[in-house]
T-cell receptor, first 113, second 112 residues
Framework: GAVVSQHPSWVICKSGTSVKIECRSL??????MFWYRQFPKQSLMLMAT?????????EQGVEKDKFLINHASLTLSTLTVTSAHPEDSSFYIC?????????FGSGTRLTVV | GESVGLHLPTLSVQEGDNSIINCAYS??????FIWYKQESGKGPQFIID?????DKRQGQRVTVLLNKTVKHLSLQIAATQPGDSAVYFC???????????FGGGTRVLVKP
């Protein structure tokens, strides 16, 4: 079946630094990838939709300059949290879409100290 | 805006009993629905899906029911096992490749 690899699985960074999270579709080409954020005991909230070769579409309230998304190929999308602050600490999850199928990565636990 | 929501935040069930998780959606244009299981610290895992032209679909120990009249979705888990303990989310989507909107989630706790 379809597999999405997300790295790193967890990361701790200092306030003010930037962190990059990678999302790769291993055995299929994903025309669209999605990035979600999930706070403890809450649902997944969509941050942005990423299409290969074009600019990402951000959800209302998500800062484009803070959460940089790059989708350079059909198998790789990256999310960079710039100038991270403690309130950015969360569980970030990517998803790759292929027709009606959605495959999720295993998530990245970001802790900003 | 339109959203997908759940009625019950936590469901405790005895091992071996059946579980029913409910979900209400408000977007009448939604045509595809998915149930996901999420264990702690992991990404969502696909359980079962259903398109709007169906009202019931069965999988292994799971059944999804769709009532478009009242915009209601349910997931039934037969003979609930300890490994079924997790948070369950419903999600809806309007067309292939479009974004998924997730419901609030229901935590299922299976008691031995």
């Amino acid at each position: 079946g379809a597999v999405v690899s997300q790295h790193p699985s967890w990361v701790i960074c200092k306030s003010g630094t930037s962190v990059k999270i990678e999302c790769r579709s291993l055995d299929f080409q994903a025309t669209t990838m999605f990035w979600y954020r999930q706070f403890p005991k809450q649902s997944l909230m969509l941050m942005a939709t990423s299409n290969e070769g074009s600019k990402a579409t951000y959800e209302q309230g998500v800062e484009k300059d803070k959460f940089l998304i790059n989708h350079a190929s059909l198998t790789l999308s990256t999310l960079t949290v710039t100038s991270a602050h403690p309130e950015d600490s969360s569980f970030y999850i990517c998803s790759a879409s292929q027709n009606y199928g959605y495959t999720f990565g295993s998530g990245t636990r970001l802790t900003v100290v | 805006g339109e959203s997908v929501g759940l009625h019950l935040p936590t469901l405790s069930v005895q091992e071996g009993d059946n579980s029913i998780i409910n979900c209400a959606y408000s977007n009448s244009a939604s045509d595809y629905f998915i149930w996901y299981k999420q264990e702690s610290g992991k990404g969502p895992q696909f359980i079962i899906d259903i398109r709007s032209n169906m009202d019931k679909r069965q999988g292994q120990r799971v059944t999804v029911l769709l009532n478009k009249t009242v915009k209601h979705l349910s997931l039934q888990i037969a003979a609930t096992q300890p490994g079924d303990s997790a948070v369950y989310f419903c999600a809806e989507n309007r067309a292939a490749g479009n974004k998924l909107t997730f419901g609030g989630g229901t935590r299922v706790l299976v008691k031995p």
